[in-house]
């Protein structure tokens, strides 16, 4: 599977500020699926971006992907406690192929 | 009813132990999975089975040894356990088409003392 890249590996916010994840490949993507694990817990499927320049959106989740289709990114609107995990990105393939980034971390302080 | 559920939850053992981890799904997917995550929370494949073809990570040590008795299961038996092998070890499923994602178990949590 391709290798992708996710930045940044950890990220410590205040609640209400916004949050952005960014993976990043060097070469294209088939897509892009968005995972989030919750402390403790396992990854859960949130979305898949197939299209160039693609946006979508889940209450304030908004993801993106790049126009090159290299790139894609996640971004929170006004973050809760609840927000609080990791976040993956990867790439969806048949075969088993996939790789997944290596995550971003989300705290946010009350 | 579970979609992917794996047992045991938590596995302590001793080096030099073998043990296995057991995985089940429901959802009639085609391929199943192994994910290693260590303390950092990087996921990492190690297997994949989709009941015509295992492929393995090459990086996997040959002491892991999936199983698959059919589409539904796929166990994990690993051999003579090392301390590094500590992690939470995730079992997976996905259907044949892309595009709806992995469904996680809710993992086993490895710990070799």
């Known amino acids: 599977g391709q290798q992708v890249m996710q930045i940044p590996q950890y990220q410590h916010v205040q609640e209400g500020e916004d949050f952005t994840t960014y993976c990043n490949s060097s070469?294209?993507?088939?897509?892009i699926q968005w995972y989030k694990q919750r402390p403790g817990g396992h990854p859960v499927f949130l979305i898949q971006l197939v299209k160039s320049g693609e946006v979508k959106k889940q209450k304030r989740l908004t993801f993106q992907f790049g126009e090159a289709k290299k790139n894609s990114s996640l971004h929170i609107t006004a973050t809760q406690t609840t927000d609080v995990g990791t976040y993956f990105c990867?790439?969806?393939?048949?075969?088993?192929?996939?790789?997944f980034g290596d995550g971003t971390t989300l705290t946010v302080k009350p | 009813d579970t979609a992917v559920s794996q047992t045991p939850k938590y596995l302590v053992t001793q080096m030099g132990n073998d043990k296995s981890i057991k995985c089940e799904q429901n959802?009639?997917?085609?391929?199943m999975y192994w994910y290693k995550q260590d303390s950092k929370k990087f996921l990492k494949i190690m297997f994949s089975?989709?009941?015509?073809?295992?492929?393995i990570n090459e990086t996997v040590p040959n002491r892991f040894s999936p199983k698959s008795p059919d589409k539904a299961h796929l166990n994990l038996h690993i051999n003579s356990l090392e301390l590094g092998d500590s992690a939470v070890y995730f079992c997976a499923s996905s259907p044949e088409s892309v595009g709806y994602g992995y469904t996680f178990g809710s993992g086993t949590r490895l710990t070799v003392v």
């Open positions: 070469t294209t993507l088939s897509n």
């Open positions: 990867a790439e969806g393939t048949n075969a088993g192929k996939s790789t």
């Open positions: 089975y989709n009941n015509k073809e295992l492929i």
């Open positions: 959802l009639g997917h085609d391929t």
